[in-house]
């Protein structure tokens, strides 16, 4: 009767043994998702404010209306503010004006705002390239088709992941 217990306990604890493990299997490690990400470099956040700012427009956008009598434009520009990551978007379109603030999401590598050509005649997407040289659209300025009204919209806002990634919000 002994006997059947022993190998009823040696069999339990040879089970219990062979289910936990102290460490990682090679292939746990190699299905995470963690693994098949590169390896970033170290993040280094840009300074908070600027040494010196740009009396220029570091980027701008500029088409002409179709007023005949005057020579008017769209025009979009924006402009660099004492905070690093902070820039100032000024809009015209036929005398009407207008500015925003522009906050850019820091990745660790200097901001790269960027103006494109959006989907309407008088539209302009702001945006930045991020550090895979892609382009990630932040606002969109416009001219209404009624009431001929500018507008600024907000498309999107980016966080950066603890793995410095930028990510749709």
Do not use: W
């Amino acid at each position: 009767m002994l006997k059947p217990i022993s190998i009823i306990a040696f069999m339990a604890a040879i089970t219990i043994c062979s289910c936990q493990s102290g460490s990682r299997s090679p292939a746990a490690a190699a299905d995470s998702p963690s693994s098949k990400r590169p390896a970033l470099p170290m993040f280094k956040r840009n300074p908070e404010h600027r040494d010196h700012v740009k009396k220029d427009p570091v980027a701008e956008y500029r088409v002409r209306t179709d007023d005949p009598l005057n020579e008017m434009y769209f025009t979009v520009r924006l402009y660099e503010t004492p905070v690093t990551m902070k820039y100032q978007a000024k809009v015209e379109f036929e005398g009407i004006t207008g500015d925003d603030t522009i906050k850019l999401p820091d990745m660790g590598i200097p901001p790269h705002p960027v103006l494109q050509k959006g989907p309407g005649k008088y539209s302009c997407i702001i945006g930045l390239i991020d550090n895979k040289k892609a382009f990630r659209e932040l606002k969109k300025v416009y001219v209404t088709e009624k009431g001929r009204e500018l507008k600024i919209t907000t498309l999107k806002h980016y966080i950066v992941t603890e793995d410095y990634r930028l990510v749709d919000q």
